[in-house]
T-cell receptor, first 111, second 116 residues
Framework: DAKTTQPPSMDCAEGRAANLPCNHSTISGNEYVYWYRQIHSQGPQYIIHGLKNNETNEMASLIITEDRKSSTLILPHATLRDTAVYYCIVRVANQGGKLIFGQGTELSVKP | GAGVSQSPSNKVTEKGKDVELRCDPISGHTALYWYRQSLGQGLEFLIYFQGNSAPDKSGLPSDRFSAERTGGSVSTLTIQRTQQEDSAVYLC??????????????FGSGTRLTVV
């Protein structure tokens, strides 16, 4: 599975959009981009995933560049409860196997 | 059940004792995963079960660790002769496996193991 690079930490003002970047320059054609988050003292929570098209759900939007070498997770109106570690993971879908979590980005949403 | 259930939520054990951690996945989920997370650290993959296939045990740190999944549902992670470095939160996750579909994992709340 391709490796990802994320900034270790970011701050965001409450109510503003949080844009979390992820680089995955070695991603291959059949690898998806997944995002999870882990709020303190809880298990990780699935957020969203995509292959090449931009995706949106009730939690977030995922923007993937045309060359697929990077992506951005967007939380449109961050709240204090969005403070968490956000993990970007790339892997082949539909073949099972484990997700490998990196160090992620620690997002702090401040009032 | 509605989510992944893990028990116990907290376990304190003496060094050298054996412990068993239990995971009840979401009904119908064929894939089950164990991870552990030491204090302030990232998630470390331990073992993965998929249906009737042989489990992927590549993440187990030593032969003191083992896991089984009975009847394709409940899983038990066993740690023999526990050491202080085994202290961590042990997380279980499950996911469905449907041809042509692609789903994320659902994690449980974990078991916090403290070896004293």
């Amino acid at each position: 599975d391709a490796k990802t690079t994320q900034p270790p930490s970011m701050d965001c003002a409450e109510g503003r959009a949080a844009n979390l970047p992820c680089n995955h320059s070695t991603i291959s054609g059949n690898e998806y981009v997944y995002w999870y988050r882990q709020i303190h003292s809880q298990g990780p929570q699935y957020i969203i995933h995509g292959l090449k098209n931009n995706e949106t759900n009730e939690m977030a939007s995922l923007i993937i560049t045309e060359d697929r070498k990077s992506s951005t997770l967007i939380l449109p109106h961050a709240t204090l409860r969005d403070t968490a570690v956000y993990y970007c993971i790339v892997r082949v879908a539909n073949q099972g196997g484990k997700l490998i979590f990196g160090q992620g980005t620690e997002l702090s949403v401040k009032p | 059940g509605a989510g992944v259930s893990q028990s116990p939520s907290n376990k304190v054990t003496e060094k050298g004792k054996d412990v068993e951690l239990r995971c009840d996945p979401i009904s119908g989920h064929t894939a089950l995963y164990w991870y552990r997370q030491s204090l302030g650290q990232g998630l470390e993959f331990l073992i993965y079960f998929q249906g009737n296939s042989a489990p992927d045990k590549s993440g187990l740190p030593s032969d003191r660790f083992s896991a089984e999944r009975t009847g394709g549902s409940v899983s038990t992670l066993t740690i023999q002769r526990t050491q202080q470095e085994d202290s961590a939160v042990y997380l279980c996750a499950s996911s469905p496996r449907v041809r042509g579909a692609n789903y994320g994992y659902t994690f449980g709340s974990g078991t916090r193991l403290t070896v004293v």
